[in-house]
């Protein structure tokens, strides 16, 4: 064998290294992050507060766990870490399991929509694609369109919910949450969620950049 084989032979083994070791990476950061998420979930959703009328928490500590390690390790990281989460909630969720299908389905949009947008650039000149997103300008950008789309998806489930399972409660929502109790039943449903999604989008979004980037997370790992 030659010595332009061998060393050919050389780079594609530490190629190959590098991606085993970065998907274990990744797979140990869902397990570590799924886990932490299932512990918080233990100890504080008996005890979070919720939207009055709606059961829904007013910040989401573990969607914000699910967050933070999709900006830590990456799309299939962040992924397979709310699959872990939304399992771990179905003991402890009083709502369950539609409560933990909803987060996922809520959550699953702000990672989805910047991925996309990730995918459209190529790394260049050995700089980290996923760099793009610590940008403000594109993580607003990313955020705001992932948070549409989880309107749009919730809007969706809420819509079939109320027109199914809890057919007998559309009379009884209302607004009062915001200090307008006298809006209810569908366009109580339709305005809540559109605000309900907003506000909780924008703890998820915010907190986990300001973490992990104010931190400097991403850099102590570079695994995406």
């Known amino acids: 064998m030659s010595e332009l084989e061998n060393k050919n032979l050389s780079k594609e083994n530490e190629t190959y290294m590098a991606r085993r070791s970065r998907f274990t990476l990744e ?9 932490l998420s299932i512990v918080l979930s233990a100890l504080l959703v008996p005890i979070i507060p919720r939207i009055q009328g709606w059961g829904i928490a007013i910040i989401d500590p573990v969607s914000i766990l699910w967050i933070i390690c999709f900006l830590i390790f990456g799309a299939r990281s962040g992924l397979l870490c709310c699959g872990i989460g939304t399992i771990g909630l179905m003991p402890f969720d009083p709502f369950a399991p539609i409560g ?3 987060k996922f389905s809520a959550t699953v949009p702000l990672i989805i929509i910047p991925v996309i947008f990730l995918k459209l650039y190529k790394s260049e000149m050995g700089i980290r694609v996923s760099r793009r997103i610590k940008v403000l300008k594109n993580y607003v950008l990313y955020g705001t369109l992932g948070t549409i789309l989880r309107i749009g998806i919730m809007m969706i489930f809420n819509v079939l919910l109320f027109i199914t399972l809890f057919s007998d409660s559309i009379a009884f929502v209302d607004l009062s949450f915001i200090g307008l109790s006298g809006i209810s039943g569908w366009t109580a449903i339709i305005i809540g969620v559109i605000i309900i999604n907003a506000e909780t989008s924008l703890w998820d979004l915010l907190i986990p950049y300001s973490v992990v980037f104010g931190l400097k997370l991403d850099d102590m790992f570079e695994i995406w």
């Open 100 to 102: 933990p299908i909803m």
């Open 27 to 35: 797979i140990v950061g869902a397990a570590l992050f799924g886990a």
